[in-house]
């Protein structure tokens, strides 16, 4: 082993589904690059949002994926935790004494429609009205409702495998599917990519804060363990995530919020950032898009979309408050 890292077990928090163990494994292989006799153990935890099969806002929200993790992060009981940054809530300051030390190369961040085994449908033109599309995120159904208000948007959750299993009908559920809308990055995790079928542009679909990127998260104190995960930081994705994540925590954006934002780098190095807010049913919304001033700051700009889109109502949005 090199010296950068002491001589010590670094133990990895997870949740257990096969995504998360897929990415920590994924994660695994690249710090291997840099310390070939790394010592991981992977600690799964089966969250209590995990097992909870209704509304995740009557529970408390996504963030219930993550928070479990971070108290053992806190506790000592792990060394690191992969977050998809997705999950991350926008609305509450990082638990004490954390800190994303790297963010690996962003995925895919579009969404895909999924049609069932053996159907020929290819898009989302091809569904009659009326047919039922399942998703988990409001974000999406209030987009697909904009465009095709007379479709049945249904909210299926658990893990991604599970819910394709669903949609074939290889797994009970009350209601046949007739198409469904997931990540495309996860599909790719998964080694599905080959199921989606229309695959929507951030145009058609804008895709949510963090979407398709990893954070790497450790103790601020635990300075080997920072140093070892910041060789794997990809400076272009911390940039953009910052940019995303100062507006979503100035709309005070939680994970059941309808907010969409979504920032590129621009080939002359320009930041430029596209944030949404809708009604859950799609039928208000409204949208911002900035490019970086001069300095280019993330957190300006960030900080710039938000204010554009508190001015056009967004917090009324958000809260439900009628106009």
């Given at each position: 082993m090199t010296n950068d890292f002491?001589?010590?077990?670094?133990?990895?928090?997870?949740?257990?589904?096969?995504m998360?163990?897929?990415?920590?494994?994924?994660?695994?292989?690249?710090?291997?690059?840099?310390?070939p006799d790394l010592d991981i153990k992977v600690v799964p935890v089966t969250t209590e949002a995990d097992l909870w099969q209704g509304d995740l806002a009557?529970?408390?929200?996504?963030?219930?994926?993550?928070?479990?993790?971070?108290?053992?992060?806190q506790r000592g009981e792990v060394d690191m935790a992969v977050h998809c940054i997705k999950d991350v809530p926008g609305d509450v300051a990082m638990p004490e004494g954390l800190v994303f030390a790297a963010y690996l190369p962003r995925d895919d961040v579009r969404d895909v429609l999924l049609f069932p085994e053996g159907s020929d449908r290819q898009t989302l033109d091809d569904l009659p009205p009326g047919a039922t599309v399942a998703t988990s995120a409001v974000r999406r159904k209030a987009q697909i409702?904009?465009?095709r208000p007379d479709l049945n948007v249904v909210r299926v959750r658990g893990a991604v495998g599970t819910r394709v299993d669903k949609l074939d009908g290889t797994k009970a559920i009350d209601h046949k599917l007739d198409a469904m809308i997931l990540a495309a990055s996860g599909l790719e995790r998964l080694g599905i990519a080959h199921r989606g079928r229309q695959v929507f542009n951030v145009d058609e679909l804008l895709p949510a804060v963090g979407a398709g990127a990893l954070g790497l998260e450790c103790r601020r104190d635990d300075e080997p363990v920072a140093g070892l995960l910041s060789q794997l930081n990809h400076e272009r994705t911390m940039t953009e995530i910052t940019a995303e994540r100062v507006m979503l925590h100035g709309l005070r954006g939680h994970c059941n919020s309808p907010i969409a934002g979504y920032c590129i780098t621009e080939p002359d190095g320009q930041l430029t950032l596209r944030g949404m807010v809708f009604s859950r049913d799609g039928s208000k919304f409204v949208h911002a898009h900035f490019w970086g001033e001069r300095n280019n700051d993330p957190a300006v700009l960030g900080t710039r979309v938000c204010a554009e889109l508190l001015r056009q109502g967004a917090r009324e949005i958000i809260e439900g408050i009628p106009h």
């Open positions: 002491p001589a010590r077990k670094l133990r990895i928090g997870t949740r257990s589904s096969p998360a163990l897929a990415q920590v494994e994924q994660v695994s292989a690249l710090l291997r690059k840099h310390e009557k529970l408390g929200g996504k963030g219930l994926f993550v928070k479990q993790i971070d108290q053992m992060l409702n904009r465009v």
